[in-house]
């Protein structure tokens, strides 16, 4: 069986569920993958060596001069060309982009079934005005009816998915997958190690916050919090996942701010493998995942607000067993009362109120755990979906033939 995994972004790394499934497949004798990429902006981690790479430009929409669409046509005459030849059966798109360039292979191969996975929700009323986004989100609409399956992080996003792309859900099979890492159960602790290379005393309080350093995911909370004063005892610690720039107006008051002697460490090294990146996130005390939606980007409104289960970084947090803590939504109250995974916090003073008291509470590790075990763990949630997957594909259900 040939599988095309098409995923539209310049970044692996960030993908922890994409790292999950492929390492699952790599196990199988009988799978051959072929990811379809753009131009990737860091180095091939370790999960991602041992699979079949073509390059692809990821020309969704069409130019208005005619003779401009002309390499864009040959280059996907020759991706069709490389499906048949191969004899790619399943495709597995991902994100709009993704699933407008699979859907067009659908519509130009026979009997192949296209997936839609899901990370990144359009929604079409903050599009108002927005023609290109207006136009990629046509065009997923409608490639979505051709989907055969649909992988999503929880029930409420795949509500919203539902009503925003018009999907019947009795016409697709549904899966929950969080964006959550794989635990290594052999992998070592070396939070001592990262520690002493961060120069983190060892009675200090460290407060962790990694992934994007962006406004809609809280770096003018944090910095207004470190000019307001953290507590003694407290520093935190920001691990950015693309290059800092000093002509990004938030990284650059961060640079000034650790420059300043403010309790601030900055880091913006990439890590070798996932492992690595876990072990990193054992130096903290408590972990960040803060979402504040803004109108910057049409991805970064309510798809922001509606995170949910597709918060990678509350997962890997979660999967260390470190307290975390999180801005206000509903799915986080209602696993927080059931789990005690942390605090959640509206605002930067009420962040602050909260490092005041944060002694005076109580986590459990075990607890902590035992959330990641049954809410978030990809191979609880993941083994449905492979198993799935590796039917063959004539047991495509009558549903599916309709769509």
Same mark, same amino acid.
């Given at each position: 069986?040939?599988l095309?995994?098409?995923? #539209?972004?310049?970044y692996?790394?960030?993908?922890?569920?994409?790292?999950?499934?492929?390492?699952e497949?790599?196990?199988?004798?009988?799978?051959?993958?072929?990811?379809?990429i753009?131009?990737?902006?860091e180095?091939?981690?370790?999960?991602?060596?041992?699979?079949?790479?073509?390059?692809?430009?990821?020309?969704?929409?069409?130019?208005k001069?005619?003779?401009?669409?002309? #390499?864009?046509?040959?280059?996907?005459?020759?991706?069709?060309?490389?499906?048949q030849?191969?004899k790619?059966?399943?495709?597995?798109?991902?994100d709009?982009?993704?699933?407008?360039?699979?859907?067009?292979?659908?519509?130009?191969?026979?009997?192949?079934?296209?997936?839609?996975?899901?990370?990144?929700?359009?929604f079409?009323?903050?599009?108002v005005?927005?023609?290109?986004?207006?136009?990629?989100?046509?065009?997923?609409?409608y490639?979505?009816?051709?989907?055969?399956?649909?992988?999503?992080?929880?029930?409420?996003?795949?509500k919203?998915?539902?009503?925003?792309?018009?999907?019947?859900?009795?016409?697709?099979?549904?899966?929950?997958?969080?964006?959550?890492?794989?635990?290594?159960?052999?992998?070592?602790?070396?939070?001592?190690?990262?520690?002493?290379?961060?120069?983190?005393?060892?009675?200090?309080?460290?407060?962790?916050?990694?992934?994007?350093?962006?406004?809609?995911?809280?770096?003018e909370?944090?910095?207004?919090?470190?000019?307001?004063?953290?507590?003694?005892?407290y520093?935190?610690?920001?691990?950015?996942?693309?290059?800092?720039?000093?002509?990004?107006?938030?990284?650059?008051?961060?640079?000034?701010?650790q420059?300043?002697?403010? #309790?601030?460490i900055?880091?913006?090294?990439s890590?070798?493998?996932?492992?690595?990146?876990?072990?990193?996130?054992?130096?903290?005390?408590?972990?960040?995942?803060?979402?504040?939606?803004?109108?910057?980007?049409?991805?970064?409104?309510?798809?922001?607000?509606?995170?949910?289960?597709?918060?990678?970084?509350?997962?890997?947090?979660?999967?260390?067993?470190?307290?975390?803590?999180?801005?206000?939504?509903?799915?986080?109250?209602?696993?927080?009362?059931?789990?005690?995974?942390?605090?959640?916090?509206?605002?930067?003073?009420?962040?602050?109120?909260?490092?005041?008291?944060?002694?005076t509470?109580?986590?459990?590790?075990k607890?902590?755990?035992?959330?990641?075990?049954?809410?978030?763990?990809?191979?609880?949630?993941?083994?449905?979906?492979?198993?799935?997957?590796?039917?063959?594909?004539?047991?495509?259900?009558?549903?599916?033939?309709?769509?």
């Amino acid at each position: 069986m040939h599988l095309l995994f098409i995923y #539209p972004h310049p970044y692996y790394f960030t993908n922890p569920t994409l790292a999950y499934l492929l390492g699952e497949l790599k196990k199988r004798e009988e799978v051959t993958v072929t990811l379809l990429i753009p131009e990737q902006k860091e180095i091939l981690p370790s999960e991602y060596k041992g699979f079949f790479y073509k390059k692809f430009n990821f020309s969704v929409t069409w130019p208005k001069k005619f003779w401009k669409w002309i #390499p864009i046509l040959i280059e996907y005459a020759s991706l069709i060309i490389y499906c048949q030849t191969n004899k790619i059966s399943k495709i597995i798109a991902i994100d709009p982009d993704g699933i407008i360039v699979g859907g067009r292979l659908k519509k130009s191969l026979n009997n192949i079934e296209l997936h839609y996975m899901s990370f990144e929700i359009l929604f079409n009323r903050e599009l108002v005005g927005l023609k290109y986004f207006g136009e990629i989100k046509n065009k997923e609409i409608y490639y979505s009816r051709l989907v055969n399956t649909l992988i999503v992080q929880d029930e409420v996003r795949a509500k919203l998915l539902f009503l925003e792309n018009k999907i019947e859900s009795d016409r697709v099979n549904v899966f929950y997958i969080p964006v959550a890492p794989i635990i290594n159960q052999t992998s070592k602790s070396v939070t001592t190690e990262y520690r002493s290379k961060l120069g983190i005393v060892e009675d200090e309080i460290v407060l962790l916050h990694s992934g994007s350093v962006a406004k809609w995911s809280g770096a003018e909370l944090l910095i207004n919090a470190l000019k307001k004063g953290l507590p003694n005892k407290y520093k935190l610690l920001i691990h950015s996942k693309h290059k800092l720039s000093a002509t990004n107006e938030l990284h650059a008051e961060l640079i000034r701010l650790q420059k300043e002697g403010y #309790p601030l460490i900055l880091h913006d090294d990439s890590f070798p493998d996932y492992d690595d990146y876990l072990n990193f996130m054992k130096c903290a005390n408590y972990g960040l995942a803060f979402y504040i939606s803004d109108k910057s980007s049409p991805y970064t409104g309510r798809n922001i607000e509606e995170i949910g289960l597709a918060s990678g970084k509350f997962a890997s947090y979660i999967s260390q067993g470190i307290p975390t803590i999180v801005t206000y939504a509903k799915i986080y109250q209602e696993l927080n009362n059931k789990y005690n995974f942390g605090l959640l916090i509206n605002s930067v003073e009420e962040f602050c109120k909260v490092l005041d008291s944060s002694q005076t509470f109580v986590f459990n590790n075990k607890m902590i755990f035992s959330l990641y075990k049954n809410e978030l763990d990809p191979e609880k949630f993941g083994k449905h979906y492979l198993d799935y997957l590796m039917r063959p594909i004539e047991l495509i259900t009558e549903k599916q033939k309709n769509v």
